[in-house]
């Protein structure tokens, strides 16, 4: 009996270290942190120095120091609306932006009027605001979100409901999928984490979408459902990012709820604290940075960090 | 300017013609647990009735899927009620203070149903009484959604290029269906499966019309059953398109959207005043500016006794 319990005892312990690698870490809002922006983000990238780059609503790039404080400030000419940035691996900033068109659709004998996206344009600045290069994104009609993965800017577009590869230096897309993208109200936003894993924020799955940079798709997870490790609202989550742990963070709106999953995406924990960041079905931008930290916009222009709890 | 006495017998002959055939339909229905609508105080018609000098205050839960500040955006076009106007009715006309708490999510609303914090709500009725301890609340009136339907069924459909052709195929297949808050995709949907005698080789449980859409779409699935209005007045209406499916069957129908109050908070009289100031108001107004409904006197309906026994349990995985 003695040895039985000896053995349990040990595997327990041996286990510990596993379990706790598989846990999501703890996070708490970082009250040091104020940031309060005239015009409210539409995306966010943390460059390799841990300053935050916003593109706000009213087609302004600015640069933030980790301590808080606005350290560039450029507006880029653009044509059509200003609606993502990417940094590449040089800092440089790719500001794009989607020209919309005004259609009509009649639905249920009533007619209704909506913008409908039909071109995207890109354009790099380096560090000092300095454009590097420009022109049409041939073949993406709209861009909610972007990243660089292995050399190519991949860019969500919500126009066609797809992921799209782009080379920049061929002008044309290299691959576009929307295998396991479910999306709704507009919002379309997705991650890239390590080995250039994408993580796409399948909202009307009520998923987080894994592909790999080949365009396959990887084991999704998450359902709609009342619990911590579920998604609520009509369609969730918003946003998502890889922290360098591989934990993964989500944010879903209405009510707003950010939570940390560990990195096979089994369960959460819910980050308190945090305060209703928009109205209604609406993009929430989630940048992330080398530390770990979490960085959170609000429709307000506000900007909150989260640091890990210790 | 008067009315003539034989038009005046007339309008009081219809009213108690209508109130009879109602409270006719509530005895008369075979009902196993217990009746959902208010009945009927007397048959005195409304827009006779003073407006009372004590103010009547009732703070209801709204989780409403046609009403702008409960559905989600994407469906703003059709989900565009909006209570503001009535509240201001009710206030000026009947001494009605009317205050509304917005859920959007129906989650949030439940914990608030369940916590008795409110007097009343507006919300499809089942979703109150899915909650335990909601037996006190009655439906004062049912709301009509902007196409005039006052119903809520499930619906079981297939993708357009799907083999199947009728319900009776579907033995042995894979459907997804409705949690336990959603009676119409959940006791309803299980209730026509077993009338039909269909038996699934699998059911998936979703809490979500759009997630059932998606794995249907997928094909991970071979048939869904999602509720009537969700190809038209959810988010589904961003994944889909109603002629991607074809319906192979209906559910029987319930209410869909009811005003209810807490009877255990609010007596049967100010219920009683309560409704005939909604009725009356939907009479004058119906088409106003900005309500985009209709309020109608309640249907019968009774929840089914093994959907009230399953209260409070888990959903099934």
Not at chain 1, 112 to 123: E, F, L, N, Q, S
Not at chain 1, 156 to 177: E, H, N, P, W
Request: net charge positive; proline share 4%.
């Amino acid at each position: 009996m003695r040895k039985q319990l000896a053995i349990l005892l040990a595997a327990t312990l041996a286990a510990l270290p596993l379990m706790a690698k598989t846990q999501a870490p703890a996070y708490k809002v970082d009250d040091s942190y104020k940031v309060q922006l005239r015009s409210s983000a539409l995306y966010m990238a943390v460059d390799s120095k841990g300053a935050v780059w916003a593109l706000l609503r009213s087609g302004e790039v600015v640069q933030i120091s980790p301590e808080g404080k606005e350290l560039k400030r450029f507006k880029p000419e653009m044509d059509g609306d200003p609606s993502t940035l990417a940094l590449d691996k040089k800092d440089n900033i790719t500001v794009l932006s989607t020209k919309k068109e005004s259609k009509t659709f009649k639905v249920k004998g009533r007619k209704i009027t909506r913008d409908v996206p039909v071109a995207a344009y890109y354009a790099i600045y380096d560090a000092t605001g300095k454009k590097l290069k420009d022109g049409e994104l041939k073949g993406v009609t709209s861009a909610s979100a972007a990243h660089y993965a292995k050399g190519k800017l991949v860019i969500a577009d919500v126009g066609q409901r797809s992921l799209i590869f782009y080379d920049l230096t061929a002008g044309k897309i290299k691959k576009q999928t929307n295998k396991g993208i479910r999306l709704c109200c507009g919002i379309f936003d997705f991650c890239v984490g390590p080995n250039d894993m994408i993580y796409v924020a399948s909202l009307g799955a009520f998923k987080v979408q894994p592909f790999k940079a080949s365009g396959s798709t990887g084991h999704g997870f998450g359902k709609r459902g009342n619990s911590v490790d579920d998604f609520h609202g009509c369609c969730n989550p918003v946003s998502v990012a890889v922290l360098p742990d591989k934990s993964i963070v989500t944010v879903e709106k209405d009510s707003t709820r950010v939570k940390v999953y560990d990195p096979k995406g089994r369960t959460a924990k819910l980050i308190e604290g945090i305060q209703e960041l928009v109205k209604g079905c609406a993009h929430i931008p989630l940048a992330v940075d080398k530390k770990g930290n979490i960085y959170l916009a609000s429709n307000k222009g506000k900007i909150i960090r989260c640091v890990k709890a210790q | 300017m008067r009315e003539s006495p034989i038009k005046r017998f007339g309008i009081l002959a219809s009213a108690c013609s209508a109130v009879f055939l109602l409270a006719g339909c509530l005895t008369t229905s075979t009902c196993r647990t217990f009746e959902t609508a208010l009945p009927y105080l007397d048959n005195e018609p409304c827009a006779s009735c003073p407006p009372s000098k004590r103010t009547l205050v009732l703070t209801l839960a709204v989780n409403d899927i046609y009403c702008a500040d409960t559905a989600c955006s994407c469906v703003r076009y059709i989900a565009n009620r909006k209570y503001g106007e009535l509240q201001n009715l009710l206030k000026k006309k009947y001494n009605i203070d009317l205050r509304l708490k917005y859920f959007i999510e129906p989650y949030d609303f439940d914990d608030a149903i369940a916590a008795r914090k409110y007097d009343g709500a507006i919300s499809k009725p089942w979703r109150v009484y899915a909650v335990p301890g909601t037996d006190s609340y009655r439906r004062v009136v049912d709301i009509a959604d902007p196409d005039g339907n006052r119903w809520l069924w499930g619906i079981v459909i297939v993708n357009k290029d799907s083999k199947f052709k009728k319900l009776a195929d579907l033995n042995g297949e894979n459907i997804a269906m409705g949690n336990k808050c959603a009676y119409e995709k959940h006791y309803s949907a299980l209730k026509l499966l077993a009338e039909r005698g269909v038996k699934p080789g699998k059911i998936t449980w979703k809490a979500s019309c759009l997630e059932s859409v998606g794995i249907l779409l997928d094909k991970e699935i071979d048939a869904a059953a999602i509720s009537n209005y969700a190809l038209e007045a959810s988010c589904v209406v961003d994944i889909a398109q109603k002629d991607d499916f074809r319906i192979l069957a209906e559910t029987e129908k319930i209410p869909l959207t009811s005003v209810m109050v807490d009877t255990g908070k609010v007596s049967i009289r100010d219920a009683e005043r309560f409704r005939r100031a909604l009725i009356a108001i939907s009479a004058a107004h119906a088409e106003g500016k900005n309500f985009h409904g209709k309020f109608l006197a309640p249907t019968h309906w009774c929840p089914s006794l093994e959907a009230l026994k399953e209260r409070g349990e888990k959903e099934k995985e």
